[in-house]
Each structure stands twice: as C-alpha cells, then as structure tokens.
C-alpha cells in the first residue's frame, strides 16, 4: 500500500530525496511519518507530518537537515535529506503515524523500505 523509493548510495555530505508513494488507498486522512531500521538496533523515528501538512515532528539527530513534506493531490509524501551522515545509513520506510509529544509511532499501515547507505 505504501511504497518508498529513491533511496542510494552517497558519500558523508551528499542529499538525497525519499518519496512514499500510496497506492490503493489516499494518505490526505492520516498523519504520515518515515522511520529507519538499522541491523541490531531499534527502529528509530525520524520524521512525521500531520494530514494537511502543516504540522511536522524530527527527530532531535536530523533537525535541521532533513524536511518532511507531503502532496495529497498526488498522494505522496517526500524526505528531503541533506548533509548526510554514516550514521543516517540505513533501511527508510513510511508509515502512517499517530503523533506522540515531539514525536510519532506507526498507526495504521507501511509500506516497504528502501535502502539508504552513507559512505564516509
């Protein structure tokens, strides 16, 4: 229902930009949000943003390099990542979200991931 793609390799201080495209359903009624998941680690937050996109949550480790943003007419979402570390390497996935204080958990429904991988 939810797939991500523009994932890649990139080099320590590259850009990349996610989208999460939703198919079967429309994503204009539900909170949205990307996650990561790294080998032996937990499943980490990393951004949501409310239905009309006027409201967004960051993790504290990407605030001021990543922008989350949504196009309900085209019933996608977007991560636009910039300055990207070794440490943002890993396996991006979306999902609608519920917000939880300056944060977010899944809700709902998510889609498949895919792989982001920073080079130093």
């Known amino acids: 229902q939810l797939q991500a793609s523009g994932g890649g390799l990139v080099q320590a201080g590259g850009s990349l930009r996610l989208s999460c495209v939703a198919t079967?359903?429309?994503?204009?009624?539900?909170?949205m949000g990307w996650f990561r998941r790294t080998p032996g680690k937990p499943r980490d937050f990393i951004a949501a943003i409310s239905r009309s996109g006027g409201s967004t949550r960051y993790a504290d480790s990407v605030k001021g390099r990543f922008t989350i943003s949504r196009d309900n007419a085209k019933n996608t979402m977007y991560l636009d990542m910039n300055s990207l570390k070794v440490e943002d390497t890993g396996v991006y996935f979306c999902a609608a979200v519920l917000f939880v204080g300056d944060s977010a958990v899944e809700h709902g429904y998510w889609g498949q991931g895919t792989q982001v991988t920073v080079s130093s």
């Open positions: 079967g359903r429309t994503i204009d009624s539900s909170d």
